[in-house]
């Protein structure tokens, strides 16, 4: 905690356990402990639940978040460039967010792919669709 490297999720947490600690004769009550770190009663419950039950490592660290994994993977990404990159098709003057879309789905690259996802990938890698 003295680096001050840690998130600030990680550093609440280590600050309730310290705090909770009752070996140094201190008995400070739930609510105590989460008015000095400026949590809810819940979270400091939580936090030494969590602490008793997996040790410190459980205690700090998330324990990750639910959901798919991301359809776009770095290689699809990649691809995903290179076509935005390229000449638009014939007919077209430049790439749009749709065009790319269903090229990259025409490539069998990927199963299905929105436009919306198209731009959040290439605003991420500061891709220009050229024009």
């Excluded at 739930?30 to 819940?42: E, F, I, R």
């Excluded at 798919?68 to 699809?76: L, N, R, S, W």
Aim: glycine share 8%.
């Amino acid at each position: 905690m003295r680096t001050g490297t840690l998130a600030a999720r990680t550093n609440t947490r280590a600050r309730i356990l310290l705090l909770s600690d009752r070996s140094q004769g201190q008995q400070r009550t739930d609510q105590t402990v989460a008015d000095a770190v400026l949590c809810c009663k819940s979270t400091v419950v939580n936090v030494r639940r969590r602490f008793l039950h997996g040790g410190l490592r459980e205690a700090l660290e998330d324990k990750g978040w639910p959901g798919a994994a991301p359809k776009v993977t770095g290689d699809i990404e990649a691809k995903l460039v290179l076509l935005a990159c390229s000449e638009p098709p014939e007919g077209a003057a430049r790439w749009t967010l749709r065009l790319l879309a269903e090229r990259m789905v025409e490539l069998e690259y990927i199963d299905s792919l929105s436009h919306v996802t198209v731009g959040e990938v290439l605003k991420k890698t500061c891709c220009s669709r050229g024009g």
